[in-house]
């Protein structure tokens, strides 16, 4: 089992309330090569994603950029946009096995 490790440039967070897990719209870079991409990981590394990122940018307040959509009575619909903060990048560097990394690519 191969390990990679990338580094994302966060762009955006979505996720639903009836879902389990996010899409994370980022800047991937490995190496010199960087690209963009949408990353579905497990709803569960929401808070650890979360947490890294404030601890990176003490000074701002990533709730600033929540936005919280209710598409029906049921469904609700999360958004962090952090296109908000246009002087700050948000940077998570990503530990994962190659079989569990789920990419769209169109």
Not at 37 to 63: A, I, R, Y
Not at 74 to 92: A, K, W
Request: hydrophobic share 35%; proline share 1%.
């Amino acid at each position: 089992m191969k390990k990679l490790t990338d580094t994302l440039v966060v762009k955006r967070i979505d996720w639903e309330n009836n879902h389990s897990d996010m899409l994370v719209t980022c800047d991937v870079q490995n190496g010199i090569f960087s690209y963009n991409s949408t990353l579905v990981l497990p709803g569960s590394e929401l808070n650890k994603l979360l947490s890294h990122l404030q601890k990176q940018n003490v000074d701002l307040d990533l709730n600033d950029c929540l936005k919280v959509e209710q598409w029906s009575e049921n469904e609700i619909h999360y958004i962090f946009d952090f296109s908000t903060f246009d002087t700050s990048e948000f940077v998570y560097e990503i530990h994962f096995s190659s079989n569990k990394l789920k990419q769209i690519r169109a």
